[in-house]
């Protein structure tokens, strides 16, 4: 199997449809293109009609469906990588839409560069109620400074990297009571201290819907930070190059 898409669902209701059908649309382009494709579902503390639209929708690739109770997006999101039999591994959220040319794209780029790398779309649109464009930046851009990441997080978590690399470096709990949020970011720090690249995929995008009730806006709201891995900054920056220490000072 090429790729397993993985969608996680939650309470979206009727907004997981234009989501199910965005991704047949690009698990469709992609299967037209000659990649084998699966869809596994993870449905964490759903409800009902949630459980109702997805069982609805018809794909015609390999299709399963996980009913979870972990409440915790990134656990979720571990358990669907876990069941997964692709090669790489594409991650969306049930409320979000993929550019059809996504799974091609991505697959294409990911299979013609051999370093560790997550990738994403070039522009991520956020829409809802809130709206504004977000301009992915790639770790091998000259002006890319990773001390930024510290305070913000630059890459939405609706990447595609190797199934591989998530199971080695699976995705951060979260408890907001404590506050510890921020799953994407976290993991998105954690892979860096891996040795993976963050990289754009050219002429692709994401929609990202805004919304009050979303896990991200309870985030925000509950002022919790990202899990940092140990030691992460104090190692990395200044590195010759990501995933390398710098070279220690000699002894006086």
């Known amino acids: 199997m090429d790729i397993t898409a993985v969608i996680n669902g939650h309470r979206e209701q009727g907004l997981a449809r234009p989501s199910l059908a965005s991704l047949r649309a690009a698990v469709g382009y992609a299967?037209?293109?000659g990649l084998e494709v699966e869809v596994v579902a993870a449905l964490d503390c759903s409800d009902a009609l949630t459980r109702d639209v997805f069982?609805?929708?018809a794909f015609d690739v390999p299709y399963r469906q996980l009913e979870l109770d972990v409440d915790d997006l990134g656990e979720a999101r571990n358990r669907a990588v876990a069941a997964a039999r692709g090669r790489w591994i594409a991650l969306l959220d049930a409320d979000d839409l993929w550019s059809e040319n996504w799974l091609h794209a991505a697959f294409a780029a990911a299979s013609a560069d051999a370093r560790l790398a997550v990738w994403h779309p070039e522009v991520a649109v956020y829409f809802g109620e809130a709206e504004r464009v977000l301009t992915?930046?790639?770790?091998?851009?000259?002006?890319y400074d990773l001390a930024a990441l510290a305070v913000q997080n630059q890459w939405t978590a609706l990447g595609f990297c190797s199934a591989d690399l998530l199971?080695?470096?699976?995705y951060p709990t979260t408890n907001l009571s404590i506050g510890?949020?921020?799953?994407?970011?976290?993991w998105n720090m954690a892979v860096i201290a891996k040795g993976a690249r963050h990289k754009v995929v050219p002429d692709t995008g994401h929609m990202i819907r805004v919304r009050s009730n979303s896990l991200g806006s309870r985030t925000a709201r509950s002022r919790s930070h990202p899990a940092i891995p140990p030691g992460m900054f104090r190692t990395l920056v200044g590195a010759k190059d990501f995933g390398?220490?710098?070279?220690?000072?000699?002894?006086p």
Request: glycine residues 6%; hydrophobic residues 25%.
């Open 31 to 33: 299967r037209s293109r």
């Open 55 to 57: 069982r609805d929708v």
């Open 136 to 143: 992915h930046v790639d770790m091998d851009d000259p002006d």
């Open 167 to 170: 199971r080695a470096v699976p």
């Open 180 to 186: 510890r949020g921020y799953e994407d970011w976290g």
């Open 244 to 251: 390398d220490p710098p070279p220690r000072k000699a002894a």
